[in-house]
Nanobody, 121 residues
Framework: QVQLQESGPGLVKPSQTLSLTCTVS??????????YSWIRQPPGKGLEWMGA???????YYSPSLKSRTSISRDTSKNQFTLQLSSVTPEDTAVYYC?????????????RGQGTQVTVSS
């Protein structure tokens, strides 16, 4: 059974960079045909796909967030990370890491429990 767990600071100041890590257990992130993604849900709004990294390390980003987003991975730790720069209060959301067989989806096969990130001074 694959499990994903998000970790990172719950509070980030405006203009700073938000950094989150997803630790995957139960399978290698290099296993063929899977994409590892970040999804977020601002308060009172729907789920938003942010970006993904494939099992081979190729990255994909939402056009609306591409200029501020970077996804990377550490295969030795079976982790992948999200960095979102120049954050504003509008980036306040619950952030989820997920695994899917398609690049863009807000209904992945597996998803972490989510972590609340608040952007505030």
């Amino acid at each position: 059974q694959v499990q994903l767990q998000e970790s990172g600071p719950g509070l980030v100041k405006p203009s700073q960079t938000l950094s989150l890590t997803c630790t995957v257990s139960g399978d290698s992130i290099t296993t063929n045909y899977y994409y590892y993604s970040w999804i977020r849900q601002p308060p009172g709004k729907g789920l938003e796909w942010m970006g993904a990294i494939s099992n081979s390390g190729r990255t994909y980003y939402s056009p609306s967030l591409k200029s501020r987003t970077s996804i990377s991975r550490d295969t030795s730790k079976n982790q992948f990370t999200l960095q979102l720069s120049s954050v504003t209060p509008e980036d306040t959301a619950v952030y989820y890491c997920a695994r899917a067989k398609v690049v863009v989806t807000t209904t992945p096969i597996e998803r972490g429990q989510g972590t609340q990130v608040t952007v505030s001074s």
